[in-house]
């Protein structure tokens, strides 16, 4: 029986392991966003408290997303995913017992939000460059329209509000060892998974020189066997060096392309200003806005993450299944950006409701706004270049998150809240307009388009 052509990719069974590891991992990771809430209040934490913890965290994943992406690269895939998930799960399980046993102090949140931060910056160059070692290239979108879909789903929606549940319900640390049995899950399935070989060249143009991906080999090979260094000898430094300007060389290629494309360039300025105001208010003050306003917990804050994550899964699958419309750089920055202007009432409401609207339409926008922004990458940008303007995109899009979680709990120290969350719901569009006209973006779209 013929499946739809977004679950073809499930009929390999490589992808359902590597698929559902995934699943079970982001789970997880949505969990803990719950848990860390609830274990900084019960420690009498501030605003301030949870906005480092948060900032420490966001630093992790910061600091080695582009070396996951090197390792995704150098490596064997499985390996660094297996690795990844034992890390998550012994942080997990430590950070439980330490909860059972009494012990929990706020440095180890930030211990712990550390690990999963870096491992998350490793998680996905690894996740995205095994796709195309396991599936045929006609199924790639369709997998990747899989992630898209369920990561708002399980991470924003069915995580926290699963965590939530068991805050409410169960003894503290309840909501910790269930993360736990998520990594645990997610390696017991990465166990059974085999990614093909080191092929770098397969989906990419071939670097010009002597370089690993020209060949197929792995880095050290390559470079051993351009010096004529036997297999076994110790590397030398000149090799290192070598290896080190390879990847300085990679990079700058995919830097230089970003600033010479301005619908590009500007797209990502603007979605590093936009990340900085929205996420610290959303992951740091809304916490206590829940508490102030509204007399709830961090169970209320995890269906409040629910409303939101749903709202933008079920917006991101509405995109995905209608033609590409012909001003795509318009909808695009209209989505992301008009789509914050509710977030100014969630620091007025004192309804639950109208909170749980105005963060679903919020939602609604950012993952509507996604679609178009993956589709756009793989369809204008040239090919041989993606995975570096990717990983590009991933770094410059985070940051600022550290940041914004530093500063979002001492700044409502002495701005009103309602001042900080009307200031994001409507710079964020007027700095969109801003992108809009500084990259030419409705020149552009008409020079350059794409049917469907």
């Not at 079970?24 to 209040?41: C, D, E, P, T």
């Not at 369920?150 to 309840?174: K, N, S």
């Not at 430094?237 to 995919?254: F, N, T």
């Not at 369809?379 to 995109?393: I, Q």
Request: glycine share 10%; proline share 7%; hydrophobic share 55%.
């Amino acid at each position: 029986m013929p499946l739809p052509r977004a679950l073809e990719p499930f009929r390999l069974g490589r992808y359902r392991v590597l698929a559902f590891a995934m699943f079970v991992s982001v789970f997880g990771a949505g969990m803990w966003a719950v848990a860390l809430v609830h274990q900084v209040l019960q420690l009498d934490g501030s605003a301030v408290d949870l906005s480092a913890v948060a900032a420490v965290g966001a630093l992790g994943m910061l600091a080695f997303v582009l070396v996951g992406g090197i390792a995704a690269d150098r490596f064997p895939l499985a390996r660094v995913l297996r690795l990844i998930e034992t890390a998550n799960l012994l942080t997990a399980g430590t950070v439980a017992v330490l909860v059972l046993a009494g012990g929990l102090r706020l440095w180890h949140l930030a211990a712990a939000a550390f690990v999963f931060g870096a491992g998350l910056g490793f998680f996905y160059p690894a996740y995205s460059a095994s796709l195309p070692r396991i599936l045929p290239a006609r199924q790639l979108l369709a997998a990747n329209g899989v992630e898209g879909t369920a990561r708002p789903l399980l991470q924003q929606a069915a995580g926290p509000a699963v965590a939530g549940l068991l805050i409410g319900l169960v003894a503290p640390g309840g909501a910790l060892a269930l993360i736990a049995l998520c990594h645990a899950a997610a390696l017991a399935l990465l166990l059974r998974l085999h990614v093909p070989g080191h092929d770098h060249g397969a989906h990419s143009e071939p670097a010009a020189g002597p370089t690993a991906r020209s060949t197929g080999n792995s880095a050290p090979e390559q470079l051993t066997a351009a010096r004529g260094t036997a297999p076994g000898e110790p590397s030398r430094p000149a090799e290192v060096v070598g290896a080190l300007r390879s990847v300085r060389q990679d990079l700058m290629e995919g830097v230089s392309y970003t600033v010479r494309t301005p619908w590009l360039l500007w797209t990502l300025l603007w979605a590093v200003l936009a990340v900085f105001l929205l996420l610290g208010p959303l992951e740091v003050l809304v916490p206590f806005l829940v508490r102030d306003r509204l007399g709830g917990d961090a169970s209320t804050f995890g269906y409040l993450l629910a409303c939101y994550g749903g709202a933008s899964a079920a917006a991101s699958l509405m995109v995905a299944s209608l033609p590409l419309p012909r001003r795509y750089l318009s909808w695009m920055i209209a989505l992301w950006g008009f789509g914050t202007l509710p977030f100014g009432l969630v620091a007025t409401t004192d309804s639950f409701w109208v909170m749980a609207l105005c963060l679903a339409f919020v939602g609604a926008g950012d993952g509507a706004g996604m679609v178009l922004w993956g589709t756009l990458l793989q369809r204008r940008v040239p090919r041989h270049m993606l995975g570096r303007v990717s990983s590009l995109d991933f770094f410059v899009s985070i940051a600022l998150m550290p940041v914004s979680m530093a500063v979002a709990g001492p700044v409502a120290q002495v701005v009103p809240l309602p001042v900080i969350f009307w200031t994001v719901a409507l710079l964020t569009p007027a700095l969109g307009l801003v992108a809009l006209w500084a990259g030419r973006m409705r020149e552009d779209e008409l020079a350059h388009p794409l049917a469907g």
